[in-house]
């Protein structure tokens, strides 16, 4: 099983459409919690760390349940600049090791 | 701004040549994690580095690839003999400050044919 699992989609959603993204994790014991946006051949980049209480960045809202151990990200009114992979990321750690463990992405592409 | 600068971009070579990735971080870093991406895989850590001694390697095949960082400017990946399976993604990254993630390089698309 791996650390974490995202279905890889892809979402195909018109413009102005809500969606949401799932993410589970398997160690109980990860502390940080992430989502990253990877456009085409380019590198992931930070979209919002995901807080116990929710938190919200404009459109963008992060959901994380430990007692689950899930994760989601809800993007409201899509645009197209939406259109990327989107990567879900755990902190792990073991022993004075910690490190960012990364689901394999959901493709989202938003339709004109 | 490039926080982080990986070089070569593209690299494309012949199966059995060696093979060095570059990894700057511009305002210099003792943490830097190499990560490895492919379609099937998704993105897979190799090995990092804290205080530019390698801490955890054990994602990286030991009988090819060879990671060292050293100095808090440079790190390099080596593969030696590479093999057309190593074609993918390799990224590096630093991170950006407590709780907010990392910085990853614009990474170096490697091909071995």
């Known amino acids: 099983r791996k650390e974490v699992e995202q279905d890889p989609g892809p979402f195909n959603v018109p413009e102005g459409a809500t969606v949401a993204f799932n993410c589970t994790y398997s160690?109980?014991?990860?502390?940080?919690f992430f989502w990253y946006r990877q456009d085409c051949r380019k590198e992931p980049k930070l979209l919002m760390s995901?807080?116990?209480s929710g938190n919200e960045d404009g459109r963008f809202t992060a959901q994380l349940n430990r007692a689950s151990q899930y994760i989601s990200l809800l993007i409201r009114d899509s645009k197209l600049s939406d259109s990327a992979t989107y990567l879900c990321?755990?902190?792990?750690?073991?022993?004075?090791?910690?490190?960012?463990?990364f689901g394999t992405g959901t493709l989202l592409a938003v339709q004109p | 701004d490039a926080r982080v600068t990986q070089t070569p971009r593209h690299k494309v070579t012949e199966m059995g040549q060696e093979v060095t990735m570059r990894c700057q971080p511009i305002?210099?870093?003792?943490?830097v994690f190499w990560y490895r991406q492919t379609m099937m895989q998704g993105l897979e850590l190799l090995a990092y580095f804290r205080n530019r001694a390698p801490l955890d390697d054990s994602g990286m095949p030991k009988d090819r690839f060879s990671a060292e960082m050293p100095d808090a400017t440079l790190a390099t990946l080596k593969i030696q003999p590479s093999e057309p399976r190593d074609s993918a993604v390799y990224f590096c990254a630093i991170p950006t400050g407590e709780s907010y993630g990392y910085t990853f390089g614009s990474g170096t698309r490697l091909t071995v044919v």
């Open positions: 995901v807080y116990s």
């Open positions: 160690n109980s014991a990860s502390q940080s």
């Open positions: 990321v755990v902190e792990g750690y073991g022993g004075a090791t910690n490190k960012l463990i």
């Open positions: 305002l210099g870093h003792n943490t």
